[in-house]
């Protein structure tokens, strides 16, 4: 139950323990191109460019800094925690002159806010996290993305911790690229950067004066290779990761067939039974109020006293693993609890289980079952 890597469906890790085929056998040239098409439905961006590269989801952050971004480019980073604090860096390395919005810890930045800056200055990208990871913070995409057409800024979505989970429709909220990685809500093995890119984010690339600064991340070099993939042709420049793109194939396969609004409303009511849950039992949560609490993780903060190695070790030994804290200010103040993909009634009912007897062996008072009770209210509506 940790933020990821999730835990994946039977059938996804039978495809990465398939065969691996050559990058130009016919089956793996289809399960690429059907990969790239589903792609497009669920980040629900028909005419935009996906992309499917070897790498975490930190190649993602890079591969949209490098491509987008030329030396003396102003870049306006949202910073909602550790995420958003490290797109800050990638875009320096690529020459961005960047200026960052930095919420309170658990808050978000508000859009006048936003506004007024865009007003100050002419910027070129702009980027969010949709939930960081660090905070278990959601941040509206919508605002910002009628920000960015207003502006003619290009939008850039951290969606490493939210593609396959939380609500998006890259192309009606005007997003230029969403990004992510394979291990979360995606729900396939760590080792895959996703990105789907937007015409106008295609344009600005093409009309660059310098040339991108990443040989590996160059749109130039893989371009060609995803039209061959979408078009069924043989192509090379990196070999790919054959059989995590073969585990992706099965994975963009499940997701759709769940549907999107019902994938998307199943996180909602599972954020808030863990919310609900969590709230039962007294405990404080990082994000300073539901509406920009995230749906894919929870962040409650330890009770004054409890020891967080202490409480971690004592829910692992019940087998549920967590994780402990990320943001560097509070690091050892709250723990992480995600809950993305295919996490159903039972994992939460024994994941709460687990978070009381880890709380009652530190000290705590617990009234058995409270964040059930909560969480069962919510999730038998
Ligand atoms: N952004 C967010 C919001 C994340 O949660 C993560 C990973 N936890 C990353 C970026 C970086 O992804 P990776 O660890 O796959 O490089």
Same mark, same amino acid.
């Given at each position: 139950?940790?933020?990821?890597?999730?835990?994946?469906?039977?059938?996804?890790?039978?495809?990465?323990?398939?065969?691996?085929?050559?990058?130009?056998?016919?089956?793996?040239?289809?399960?690429?191109?059907?990969?790239?098409?589903?792609?497009?439905?669920?980040?629900?961006?028909?005419?935009?460019?996906?992309?499917?590269?070897?790498?975490?989801?930190?190649?993602?952050?890079?591969?949209?800094?490098?491509?987008?971004?030329?030396?003396?480019?102003?870049?306006?980073?949202?910073?909602?925690?550790?995420?958003?604090?490290?797109?800050?860096?990638?875009?320096?390395?690529?020459?961005?002159?960047?200026?960052?919005?930095?919420?309170?810890?658990?808050?978000?930045?508000?859009?006048?806010?936003?506004?007024?800056?865009?007003?100050?200055?002419?910027?070129?990208?702009?980027?969010?996290?949709?939930?960081?990871?660090?905070?278990?913070?959601?941040?509206?995409?919508?605002?910002?993305?009628?920000?960015?057409?207003?502006?003619?800024?290009?939008?850039?979505?951290?969606?490493?911790?939210?593609?396959?989970?939380?609500?998006?429709?890259?192309?009606?909220?005007?997003?230029?690229?969403?990004?992510?990685?394979?291990?979360?809500?995606?729900?396939?093995?760590?080792?895959?950067?996703?990105?789907?890119?937007?015409?106008?984010?295609?344009?600005?690339?093409?009309?660059?004066?310098?040339?991108?600064?990443?040989?590996?991340?160059?749109?130039?070099?893989?371009?060609?290779?995803?039209?061959?993939?979408?078009?069924?042709?043989?192509?090379?420049?990196?070999?790919?990761?054959?059989?995590?793109?073969?585990?992706?194939?099965?994975?963009?396969?499940?997701?759709?067939?769940?549907?999107?609004?019902?994938?998307?409303?199943?996180?909602?009511?599972?954020?808030?039974?863990?919310?609900?849950?969590?709230?039962?039992?007294?405990?404080?949560?990082?994000? *300073? +109020?539901?509406?920009?609490?995230?749906? @894919? #993780? &929870? =962040?409650?903060?330890?009770?004054?006293?409890?020891? /967080?190695?202490?409480?971690?070790?004592?829910?692992?030994?019940?087998?549920?693993?967590?994780?402990?804290?990320?943001?560097?200010?509070?690091?050892?103040?709250?723990?992480?609890?995600?809950?993305?993909?295919? *996490? +159903?009634?039972?994992?939460?009912?024994? @994941? #709460? &289980? =687990?978070?009381?007897?880890?709380?009652?062996?530190? /000290?705590?008072?617990?009234?058995?079952?409270?964040?059930?009770?909560?969480?069962?209210?919510?999730?038998?509506?």
């Amino acid at each position: 139950m940790i933020p990821g890597p999730i835990e994946f469906e039977p059938s996804v890790l039978r495809a990465m323990g398939s065969a691996t085929t050559s990058h130009v056998a016919p089956n793996f040239i289809e399960s690429f191109g059907k990969s790239l098409e589903m792609m497009k439905s669920i980040w629900q961006c028909p005419s935009g460019q996906p992309f499917i590269l070897a790498g975490s989801g930190t190649l993602a952050m890079d591969t949209a800094a490098a491509n987008l971004v030329e030396p003396g480019d102003k870049a306006l980073v949202i910073s909602t925690g550790y995420f958003g604090d490290r797109f800050a860096e990638i875009l320096k390395r690529y020459g961005a002159d960047v200026t960052m919005l930095k919420s309170a810890t658990g808050g978000v930045i508000d859009p006048d806010a936003i506004e007024s800056e865009l007003r100050r200055t002419k910027y070129k990208v702009l980027t969010f996290t949709h939930v960081d990871t660090s905070t278990a913070v959601l941040v509206d995409p919508v605002p910002i993305g009628l920000l960015g057409k207003k502006y003619g800024v290009l939008t850039i979505l951290d969606g490493v911790c939210s593609v396959a989970g939380e609500e998006i429709r890259q192309e009606e909220w005007g997003i230029d690229v969403v990004l992510t990685a394979s291990q979360k809500a995606v729900g396939v093995p760590p080792g895959l950067a996703l990105l789907v890119v937007s015409p106008e984010a295609i344009d600005k690339w093409k009309s660059r004066t310098t040339l991108v600064g990443s040989y590996y991340s160059d749109w130039s070099n893989w371009l060609p290779i995803m039209n061959a993939y979408a078009n069924r042709k043989p192509s090379y420049f990196g070999t790919p990761a054959v059989n995590l793109v073969a585990a992706l194939e099965v994975s963009l396969q499940l997701i759709l067939r769940e549907g999107l609004d019902v994938r998307f409303e199943r996180h909602k009511r599972t954020g808030d039974a863990f919310r609900a849950g969590i709230a039962a039992l007294g405990l404080d949560q990082v994000p *300073v +109020n539901n509406q920009v609490a995230a749906n @894919t #993780l &929870s =962040a409650p903060m330890y009770p004054d006293g409890i020891s /967080g190695p202490e409480f971690l070790s004592s829910v692992s030994s019940q087998g549920v693993i967590l994780a402990g804290g990320l943001l560097p200010e509070i690091k050892d103040k709250y723990f992480r609890i995600g809950h993305m993909g295919s *996490v +159903n009634k039972g994992d939460i009912i024994t @994941t #709460l &289980s =687990a978070i009381e007897s880890g709380l009652k062996h530190c /000290g705590y008072p617990v009234v058995t079952g409270a964040s059930i009770n909560a969480a069962l209210n919510i999730l038998n509506i």
